[in-house]
């Protein structure tokens, strides 16, 4: 009988870790005449009601997934996201110190998403230039891409050979995939609360199995 040569299926190269990366739930909205309590400086809100069902849809999700650690930053948002998935598995929620979301200086607790809203010509040149530096006391986009990137291969060197769910940020999201494509910085921000992608890192190379899979979120 001739042998045949059928199309593989993807699976992790050896000593690679698989990072499930899921954006936190829809948080708590913004208004110009209160600030969210802050955390280190930067904005801390909890989940709006919508997102606190979108935790749970995650939840859902992911229950029958092989997670060798679940993992959030040191705000509010992502722990809560990470609640439901973790009470289920039985699991600790950890934390990684580089994974939080790019601080905003002056802009901070809130105020980042009104003048984003409004078309503000600051916002307008962090767009253009693809670099929050321009915001008073922001972190630069070098500075966060590098913390993110520390972070992300801490996680991988500590599970290879396993499949973690790491709960973050939009900007976080938008850094790890950026890196890993070589894209234009900001081509993958605007991942959707709640939505979950897909990140192989084996050493230093990063490689993109998905990006901002939402479909368990179709029935909100």
């Given at each position: ?147 993110v990137r520390r972070g992300l291969l801490q996680i ?65």
């Amino acid at each position: 009988m001739e042998t045949e040569y059928r199309q593989p299926r993807y699976a992790p190269p050896p000593g690679a870790a698989d990072l499930i990366l899921i954006r936190h739930g829809e948080s708590a909205p913004a208004r110009a005449d209160v600030n969210f309590p802050m955390k280190d400086g930067h904005g801390d809100p909890a989940l709006h009601p919508a997102g606190e069902i979108q935790a749970v849809a995650v939840a859902q999700r992911l229950k029958n997934e092989a997670f060798a650690a679940i993992y959030a930053t040191k705000l509010t948002r992502t722990h809560q996201t990470a609640a439901p998935l973790a009470a289920h598995l039985g699991m600790e929620v950890r934390e990684n110190p580089d994974l939080h979301e790019v601080h905003l200086g002056d802009w901070d607790g809130g105020l980042y998403r009104i003048k984003a809203a409004t078309g503000d010509p600051v916002y307008q040149r962090v767009v253009a230039e693809q670099d929050w530096s321009a915001i008073p006391g922001a972190e630069s986009r070098d500075a966060f891409f590098g913390r993110v990137r520390r972070g992300l291969l801490q996680i991988a060197t500590d599970h290879a050979d396993e499949t973690v769910a790491v709960f973050v940020h939009g900007g976080v999201i938008g850094a790890a995939l950026a890196m890993a494509t070589g894209s234009e910085p900001f081509a993958f921000l605007g991942a959707a609360n709640g939505s979950i992608s897909r990140l192989v890192i084996q050493g230093e190379r990063m490689v993109v199995r998905g990006f901002n899979e939402t479909r368990h979120l179709d029935h909100l």
